[in-house]
């Protein structure tokens, strides 16, 4: 295991050593051009410290904040998108990054390293965690980026065998993709979701939105379905249904203002919707998010 001693940007625009190492470390504040849908042949650990917005893993759409902790496994695309795209953050994500051949190889030699495959094999999906102390994630994670060689390793361990023992976490994306596609077509996708990010309350169309990467309509349905795992207009709705739950539980508006602010044309369709990604009505929604909050 060596010591890197230079860096170098990949094609998926992350920043690596040169050398040989079992785990890497990586961060960035915003704006970046690390902030894009891409996807590599790592595990990574991502540990947002601050800001929030829009998070995406495969298909799956969520909002972010401090204290997230996310691992997302090889291929699988992803992107956190800040909510005040304006704002200068310095530091907001904290990354532990891993390949697979290390972990299956080590187990060779040291069994106990097995332990962490079962949750190497659930990162396919990405997996968010739950219930882990702020504090000790941002000491771990400073560890990890302040040592190197065994040290290094000696850091990270521990965390990754917590977060395999733990029980409280959720799989994120409900298709495994495999984004293999070329570093052109990555930028064409990162395009698309920049541009429904920041458009999702106005009239969006698929022939719009083809022809702003130059693509016919049917090549850009077949394309955008094989790399987000959505249709496009699943993806429109996704987006839109995500952003009406920080409205759900974040004001009091009521729903029907919510409804076309979020870019739905009547509330009878927006309530069919959200019940089919929510599997509960928006009113429901809200009422749950107030009942968990009044028993803490």
Partial sequence: MSTATTKRLT???ELVHEGIETIRYLEHGHPSELIRWHAHDDYELHFIVASTGKVFVGDYIGNYKPGQLI?????????????????????????????HEAFEQGCKIVPELAEILPMLARAKSGIEFFNVDFDYLQETFAQVRD????????????????????RSYRLLSTVQIDLKSSETLQRKINT???????????DITLANVASLIGMSDSHF??????ATGNRFTEFVNRM???????????????????????????VANFN?????????????????????????
């Fill in 272 to 296: 069919r919707r959200f019940h089919e990604l929510k599997g509960v009505t928006p009113r429901d929604f809200r009422a749950q998010y107030y009942k968990r909050i009044e028993g803490q």
């Fill in 221 to 226: 349905s077949r394309f955008f379905k094989k």
């Fill in 240 to 266: 839109r249904i995500s952003r009406a739950c920080s409205l759900l539980t974040e004001t009091d508006q009521q729903i029907a203002n919510i409804c076309f602010q979020v870019g739905f044309n009547n």
């Fill in 71 to 99: 691992l997302t496994g090889p291929r699988l695309p992803h992107n956190w998108i800040c909510q005040n795209s304006d704002t200068s953050v310095p530091l907001r994500d904290m990354v532990i990054r891993f390949d």
């Fill in 11 to 13: 094609p998926e625009y």
């Fill in 192 to 202: 698309v979701v920049d541009y429904v990010s920041q458009n999702y309350a106005n």
């Fill in 147 to 166: 040592s190197s060689g065994l040290q290094r390793v000696m850091n990270a361990l521990p965390l990754l065998h917590q977060l395999s023992q733990s």
